[in-house]
C-alpha cells in the first residue's frame, strides 16, 4: 500500500530494510527493499522502501542490512529471579527448589525484586523481547518498573494454598488493580503456583473468579513426567485432568512448560472450552535432565498454540528467547527423531504468531502488519557468522543471535538505539544489587517460602 502524500507526518519511518510477513495462511516469509510506517503506536504501513522517499517523519530509521522481526514474547519468566542467577547449579529440582530457591525467596524484599526486575529488562530488551508473561511476587513493583522502562507485559501475582485465602485475594486484587495500565501495555492475569501447591478448592475458586472478572490465568502444570505420575498416584488424575475438574480448562489459561502432558491428556485439552496455550522452556528442561519436552507436535494437532518462553533466570541463567527458539527446534527434532520438524519457518512462527496466542494478545502484536502495535526489532545480519545468506529463516533461528538485535521498538517507541538502552541504567542496577546479595542469598534462617513435594 503507498502512504498518501497528504498525510500527516509519520511518528516512525523504518526504511530499507527486509521484513517477516504473515500470509493469510500464516507462512512466513520476506519481503525486502521494504519500509514500515508507524503512526500512534500503530503499524500504519509496510510498503515499498521507495514509497516513502518523500513521507516526512519524525523520526527515520535507515535499516540496510537488517531484518525486521515482530518483537519476541516470553511467555513464561519469572524477571526478578536474575538475582538468583547462578546460584542453584546442578542440582536436581527438588534440591533446587527446597535447598536454594525457596529459602532465597523468604529473604525477598520489595527492593530486590524492583532491582531484578529492571536489571531483567534490561536483559530481554537487549535481546529482543517487547512483552514478557511474568509469574512472582511484589508484582505491583514489577508493574512500576514495566511502566518507567516502556517494554509490554502480562504479569500476575503469584499465590501457594499455605499463605491462605489472602494470597488468592491478593493476586485478584493485583490483577483488577493494573488491567490496562501503563497505557495498555499491561495485560494481567490471576497467578496460581501450581496444582501441587495450590488446592483443588483454591483451584476452582480462582477459576470461578477469572470467569467473573474475565481473566485469564496463568499456572505452572504438568510441568515434567515426575509430576505427572506424582499426581496419578496421589489423586488418580494427571496435573491436566486436576485443572479439567477444578474448572480452570474453561478459562484462558496459559500452562507453564507442560512436559508432563501425556496422550491421555491431549482430548482433555482438546475439549476444553477456554483459550489454552502452553509455554515452553527447553533449556531449563534440558539443564534438569528431565527426559521429556513440551510435545508441541502433539498440542499444535489439536490446536493448542504453543509460545516460547525461557523460565526465570535462576533456572535458565539467561532470559534469552532468541536461544529458546534455537532450542525449541533442535529439541524437537531430536525428539521427534525428524529433522523435518520443528523447522526454521515453524520455530520463527511459535517465536511470533504462536507467542502472542499464548499470552492472550494474538490480535494485537506478534506480525508485522496495518493495525498491529508497532512492536519492532531490527536484527542485523552483516556479521561473519550471519554471512552468506541462503535460507533467511535459517539464517534467523540458527546463526542469528540476540547481540544481533540492534533496535527495539514497544509500541512505536525506541527502547534500544543501535544498541544502547534508553529507559534503564544498567550500571546503577548492578551496583544496587550487589550491595544487597549478601542479605538476599543468606540461607542460615532454615525457612523457605514452600516445600517441593511431587
Not at 141 to 169: D, K, M, N, W
Not at 253 to 271: K, M, N
Not at 312 to 340: F, I
Not at 381 to 401: C, K, M, W, Y
Amino acid at each position: 500500500m503507498r502512504p498518501s502524500r497528504t498525510e500527516a507526518a509519520a511518528d516512525l519511518i523504518i526504511t530499507r530494510c527486509t521484513v517477516l510477513v504473515h500470509d493469510d495462511q500464516e507462512r512466513i516469509g520476506f519481503r525486502e527493499d521494504a519500509a514500515i510506517v508507524v503512526r500512534d503506536g500503530l503499524v500504519a504501513s509496510v510498503t515499498g522502501a521507495a514509497d516513502v522517499a518523500g513521507l516526512v517523519a519524525v523520526e527515520r530509521l535507515d535499516a540496510r542490512g537488517q531484518v525486521v522481526l515482530p518483537g519476541l514474547i516470553n511467555c513464561h519468566t519469572h524477571a526478578p529471579m536474575v538475582a538468583l542467577r547462578g546460584l542453584a547449579e546442578d542440582l536436581p529440582t527438588e534440591e533446587w527448589f527446597n535447598d536454594v530457591v525457596w529459602p532465597v525467596e523468604s529473604n525477598l524484599t520489595e527492593k530486590d525484586v524492583e532491582l531484578g526486575a529492571r536489571l531483567a529488562c534490561a536483559e530481554m530488551i537487549r535481546a529482543g523481547v517487547t512483552c514478557f508473561a511474568d509469574h512472582y511476587f511484589s508484582m505491583d513493583t514489577v508493574a512500576a518498573v514495566v511502566a518507567e522502562c516502556g517494554i509490554r507485559a502480562h504479569l500476575g501475582e503469584a499465590y501457594f494454598s499455605s499463605q491462605g485465602p489472602q494470597g488468592r485475594e491478593k493476586s485478584v486484587e493485583f490483577a483488577l488493580r493494573h488491567r490496562g495500565a501503563a497505557g495498555g501495555r499491561i495485560t494481567t492475569a490471576l497467578a496460581p503456583h501450581a496444582p501441587y501447591t495450590v488446592t483443588d478448592a483454591d483451584l476452582a475458586a480462582t477459576a470461578q473468579l477469572a470467569l467473573e472478572h474475565g481473566l485469564p490465568v496463568h499456572l505452572h502444570a504438568a510441568e515434567n513426567r515426575d509430576q505427572t505420575e506424582t499426581s496419578l498416584a496421589r489423586h488418580g488424575l494427571t496435573p491436566i485432568e486436576v485443572l479439567d475438574r477444578t474448572g480452570l480448562l474453561a478459562t484462558d489459561l496459559l500452562i507453564a512448560h507442560g512436559t508432563g502432558i501425556t496422550e491421555r491428556d491431549l482430548p482433555v485439552l482438546e475439549r476444553a472450552s477456554g483459550r489454552v496455550a502452553v509455554a515452553t522452556a527447553p533449556r531449563g528442561y534440558l539443564r534438569f535432565g528431565w527426559p521429556d519436552t513440551t510435545p508441541i507436535r502433539a498440542l499444535r494437532a489439536i490446536g493448542i498454540p504453543v509460545g516460547l518462553a525461557t523460565d526465570g533466570a535462576a533456572s535458565n541463567n539467561s532470559l534469552d528467547v532468541w536461544e529458546s527458539m534455537a532450542l525449541t527446534s533442535l529439541v524437537q527434532k531430536s525428539t521427534e527423531g525428524n529433522p523435518r520438524w520443528l523447522t526454521s519457518r515453524q520455530a520463527l512462527h511459535h517465536a511470533t504468531l504462536q507467542s502472542a496466542r499464548a499470552v492472550g494478545l494474538g490480535d494485537s502484536i506478534g506480525s508485522v502488519a496495518p493495525g498491529r502495535r508497532a512492536d519492532l526489532i531490527l536484527v542485523d545480519l552483516t556479521g561473519p557468522h550471519t554471512q552468506p545468506v541462503h535460507d533467511l529463516a535459517a539464517t534467523l533461528v540458527h546463526s542469528a543471535r540476540s547481540a544481533d538485535v540492534r533496535t527495539t521498538i514497544v509500541d512505536g517507541r525506541v527502547l534500544m538505539r543501535d544498541r544502547e538502552l534508553l529507559t534503564l541504567d544498567v550500571p546503577a542496577v548492578v551496583r544496587e544489587l550487589g550491595d544487597r546479595l549478601p542479605a538476599l542469598v543468606d540461607r542460615s534462617h532454615g525457612r523457605r517460602i514452600q516445600e517441593y513435594d511431587t
